[in-house]
């Protein structure tokens, strides 16, 4: 415990990109645009699915949840980042980076788990749709949410105390820009070699059997959209799951690359910008991919953009 409370006391210091000071300068303009951007489609796609009776579907359920998911997420990460890429204050407190990794790997887990049960939702609408409905009654979908929430805590849980346990003789240098795990690892003064291949064993099961689960639905969904003898039913088909496809591609294809090989085959810079990219630019691009090709959503949005203007030219003319 000794050895320990010495970061309990002083907190960590998270390298980032302080080697490359004019790269800091750049990189804070462009998390800031996209945290904005993530902030602004996330929270819009959320409103026009809620306020937007045709949007009350387990579809766009499960896109709300997904939403709310990435605005967390960020905002566990980017408030943090942005105040170190600002100053020459690189540090965090004990209390903070503890809390950022816990969250940071529950949400984390939580997108592996809810992309699956996307594929799932589209699997059912495409494969069964005279039975979608009753399938994917709400109360299947709650409970279906609550499981993805419940489970990925429970990896967060067990692998950040796991991790946490490691003694760090007074190491408290994170060459990262926010406390993730295996930044975490790397700094504890014993043999890891056990924790790591534990980490490594759970984030296949985590990572890689919802992937499997997506791959599969999407071998049925594909055999059932070529029997489709409509061009017009072929093509929405082909619209509504191309864009969770594209999300998983870029979600899992990152993941799987920076975090599912043994050994580390990434550059430490390398590293750095993927993690960057799939915890900030992908958030950001979840609605943009979500919204061009689906009408039922860009319709919600023009509608609640139209709500908008009214409300705002009507407290105009009152106070004229």
């Not at 940071?104 to 788990?113: D, F, N, T, V």
């Not at 690892?185 to 534990?198: L, P, Y």
Request: proline share 4%; hydrophobic share 45%; net charge positive.
């Amino acid at each position: 415990m000794g050895q320990n409370n010495y970061t309990s006391l002083h907190g960590f210091i998270l390298r980032g990109f302080s080697d490359h000071p004019k790269l800091e300068m750049v990189l804070s303009g462009v998390v800031t645009l996209f945290y904005f951007i993530t902030w602004v489609g996330n929270t819009a796609i959320i409103l026009a699915s809620l306020l937007d009776a045709r949007l009350h579907t387990p579809m766009y359920f499960f896109l709300r949840n997904l939403s709310y998911l990435d605005l967390c997420f960020t905002t566990s990460i980017i408030p943090q980042m942005l105040v170190n890429l600002w100053g020459p204050d690189k540090t965090i407190s004990y209390v903070g980076c503890v809390t950022q990794l816990y969250i940071y790997m529950w949400l984390g887990s939580a997108e592996c788990l809810l992309l699956a049960v996307m594929s799932y939702d589209r699997f059912t609408a495409i494969c069964k749709p005279l039975h979608y409905l009753v399938i994917m009654n709400p109360r299947l979908c709650l409970k279906m949410i609550i499981t993805v929430w419940s489970i990925s805590l429970a990896v967060s849980v067990l692998l950040c105390t796991l991790t946490l346990n490691l003694p760090r003789c007074g190491n408290n240098l994170l060459d990262h820009f926010l406390c993730e795990l295996p930044a975490m690892v790397k700094i504890a003064c014993i043999d890891t070699t056990s924790v790591e291949m534990s980490v490594f064993a759970l984030g296949i099961v985590i990572v890689l059997t919802p992937l499997g689960l997506i791959l599969i639905s999407y071998g049925y969904i594909a055999k059932a959209v070529l029997r489709i003898k409509s061009k017009e039913g072929r093509q929405k088909a082909i619209n509504t799951c191309g864009s969770h496809l594209t999300v998983v591609s870029i979600f899992y294809g990152t993941i799987i690359y920076l975090y599912l090989q043994p050994g580390n085959s990434a550059s430490k810079d390398q590293g750095k910008f993927l993690t960057l990219f799939y915890t900030i630019i992908t958030p950001s691009l979840n609605p943009l991919v979500y919204t061009l090709r689906n009408k039922d959503m860009k319709n919600a949005l023009r509608k609640l953009v139209r709500a908008d203007h009214e409300s705002t030219k009507s407290k105009r003319n009152q106070k004229s």
